[in-house]
C-alpha cells in the first residue's frame, strides 16, 4: 500500500480543511469586542469578513506560491500563518493589530485553500479520488461546527481566550509534515517514469474552455444557496417564527452538507457522470418546497434543510472533473479559479437577487419577497442545466 493510501495519511491531509472555515469560530465573541477594543460594531464586524476579502486574492497568488515552493510546503507556510496569526488576539488588546492579524489569517487560508482540493487529484483516482473530495467537504462544515463551539466554550474565559482555537493548527500541521507525501515529487516521477505512481499517466496539455463555464456554474449554484440560506430569517420572521429555532435550522443546514459531503462517494459510484444531475434535481426540489411553502413553516424547513445536501454533491462533483481539464501542474490554478467562483457568487448573491426580481417586474427591498419573486425563475435554470447535462453526459458514455 502506497503511503497516501493509508488511513492516518488521508486523516492527515483532511485535517488541514478542518481548519479551512475557522475565521468564523469566533463571531460569538464580537459583542464583548465592541466594549473591550472601544471600537464599533461595524469595526468588529470587519475582523470577521476581512480574512474572506483577502482569502480571494490570495488563492489567486496560491498556484504561483506552489510553482516556487512546491505543494507540501505552500501547505505549510499557509498552516503556520494560521496558527501564529490566529493567535494574536490572545495578547494584545490593540485593534488594528488585530486586523493585522486577520489579514494575515486571510492569507494563510488563501494560500492552501485550492490545494486542499488540487492535492487529491495528484494523489487519488476514481472513486477514491471521489471518495476523498466528499469527505474533504464534509470535514470543512464539521470544522467550522467543532471550532465555533470550542469557540463558545472558550468565550466563558474572556473574549480573547476564543481566539486559542487556532492553536490546533500546530498538531495537524505535524500530523500533515511527518504523514502526507509532497505532490510536487509525486509529478516530478511521473514525468520521468511514467510508472511507480498511482497518479494517471495522460492528462490534458492545455486548460480547457470548460473550466470557465464550471467556475460560472459554481457562481450560480452558491447565488441559488445564499439565496435560501441568507432569505430564511427574513422569511421565518414573516411566519412569527425568530431567535433560537432559526438559529438551530440554519445550523442543520451545515449538518445536512456535511452528511451530502460523506455520502458523496458512494453516490457518485452508484450514478457516475449522473451525480450532477441528481444533485441538481434535490437543489430544484428545495427551492419548489420554499416557493410553495406559502405560510406553513414545516414545508419552508424542509426545502431549507435539504438545500445544504445537494450543494455538497455538486461542488465536489465540479472539483473531480478538474483532473479531466487541465494538466496535472495547473491543477492549483483551475481549483482556485473555480473557487473564486463560489466566493463571487457568495458576495454578488444580494446583488443578483435583485436585479433579478427587478426584472421580472418585482422590484423589492424585502430580502424575503426577492427570494420568492426569483425562485421559479432560479427553479427553470436548474432544470435547463439538468436536461442539458444529462444530454451531453448520455451522449458521451
Known amino acids: 500500500m502506497q503511503s497516501q493510501d493509508k488511513w492516518i495519511t488521508k486523516i492527515a491531509f483532511l485535517g488541514i480543511s478542518f481548519m479551512l472555515t475557522s475565521a468564523y469560530a469566533i463571531n460569538g465573541a464580537m459583542p464583548h469586542m465592541t466594549k473591550a477594543l472601544g471600537v ?25 506560491i506552489a510553482a516556487k515552493l512546491g505543494d507540501k510546503r505552500t501547505i505549510m507556510l499557509g498552516m503556520l500563518l494560521v496558527g501564529f496569526s490566529g493567535v494574536v488576539p490572545f495578547f494584545v488588546t490593540s485593534y488594528p493589530v488585530i486586523l493585522i492579524s486577520r489579514m494575515v489569517l486571510g492569507a494563510g487560508f488563501g494560500i492552501f485553500n485550492s490545494l486542499a482540493v488540487s492535492m487529491i487529484a495528484v494523489m487519488y483516482q476514481g472513486n477514491t479520488r471521489a471518495t476523498m473530495l466528499g469527505w474533504r467537504a464534509a470535514v470543512e462544515q464539521i470544522g467550522q461546527a467543532v471550532l465555533t463551539f470550542v469557540a463558545g466554550l472558550l468565550l466563558n474565559f474572556g473574549w480573547q481566550a476564543t481566539f486559542l482555537v487556532y492553536l490546533l493548527a500546530f498538531p495537524i500541521l505535524y500530523l500533515f509534515y511527518i504523514r502526507v507525501p509532497d505532490t510536487t515529487e509525486m509529478l516530478a516521477e511521473n514525468q520521468n517514469k511514467k510508472t511507480g505512481t498511482n497518479i494517471p499517466v495522460s492528462s490534458p496539455e ?7 463555464v464550471l467556475t460560472l456554474f459554481a457562481a450560480f449554484l452558491v447565488i441559488d444557496y445564499m439565496a435560501i440560506q441568507l432569505s430564511f430569517p427574513f422569511m421565518a420572521q414573516n411566519l412569527g417564527v425568530g431567535g433560537l429555532l432559526v438559529s438551530t435550522i440554519l445550523s442543520l443546514m451545515l449538518v445536512a452538507a ?3 459531503g460523506l455520502v458523496y462517494g458512494g453516490i457518485q459510484k452508484i450514478f457516475g457522470r449522473f451525480t450532477l444531475q441528481v444533485g441538481l434535481l434535490l437543489m430544484a426540489v428545495s427551492n419548489a418546497l420554499v416557493m410553495l411553502s406559502d405560510g406553513n413553516f414545516i414545508i419552508l424547513t424542509i426545502g431549507v434543510l435539504l438545500i445544504g445536501f445537494p450543494m455538497q454533491l455538486i461542488s465536489p462533483f465540479i472539483f473531480s472533473q478538474l483532473p479531466n481539464l487541465a494538466p496535472l501542474k495547473k491543477q492549483p490554478f483551475v481549483t482556485s479559479i473555480v473557487l473564486i467562483g463560489f466566493n463571487v457568487g457568495v458576495f454578488i448573491e444580494p446583488f443578483v437577487i435583485s436585479f433579478l426580481a427587478g426584472v421580472m417586474g ?31 453526459g448520455r451522449k458521451k458514455s
Open 40 to 64: 464599533s460594531a461595524t469595526e468588529v464586524q470587519a475582523l470577521a469578513t476581512t480574512p474572506s476579502i483577502v482569502v480571494t486574492v490570495f488563492v489567486l497568488l496560491s498556484s504561483f
Open 206 to 212: 492545455s486548460i480547457s474552455p470548460l473550466v470557465w
Open 258 to 260: 456535511m452528511v451530502g
Open 362 to 392: 418585482h422590484p423589492t427591498t424585502s430580502v424575503s419577497a426577492a427570494a420568492y419573486t426569483t425562485l421559479p425563475l432560479l427553479i427553470v435554470i436548474l432544470l435547463i442545466i439538468t436536461v442539458v447535462t444529462f444530454i451531453v
